[in-house]
């Protein structure tokens, strides 16, 4: 899967064609998606299926990273970096890196943005789209 060094930090403004971008990576490979919420959500169910899949999947996408800074979204978040360690994880946020570890904090950030970091940039295409409507 490429040259990229995992996980993949992949963040910018909304609307840039982050999670497009994703799901087009997502129909070409067996990838598991899911956002932090779900993460959040689980994150105390050892067994939930969420866990059991990120295990195995060759590609996890987890969208919407940093969208909620309570505990449980700390507690899902390094549950999915330590379960995904050194394999293929696409992480997306509209957080730059610092943000991202002001957020939460360097062990959030760390396990995140140990890898490859890309900024997309651009204008929100949903209001690109809309205006030339």
């Known amino acids: 899967m490429g040259k990229l060094r995992w996980p993949a930090y992949v963040f910018g403004s909304a609307g840039t064609g982050k999670t497009c971008a994703a799901l087009l990576v997502f129909d070409e490979y067996v990838a598991m998606r899911c956002d932090a919420a779900e993460l959040a959500a689980c994150c105390w169910q050892p067994e939930h299926v969420i866990w059991r899949q990120a295990r195995t999947m060759p590609l996890v996408i987890v969208d919407e990273v940093g969208a909620g ?10 549950k ?3 379960i995904r360690a050194n394999m293929p994880t696409l992480w997306l946020s509209n957080l730059s890196p610092e943000q991202l570890k002001a957020t939460f904090d360097d062990r959030i950030f760390s396990r995140l943005c140990c890898g490859t970091v890309v900024e997309v940039t651009g204008p929100d295409q949903r209001f690109v789209r809309w205006s030339a409507s």
């Open 80 to 82: 999915m970096a330590d």
């Open 69 to 78: 800074s309570s505990d449980r979204d700390w507690l899902g978040l390094k």
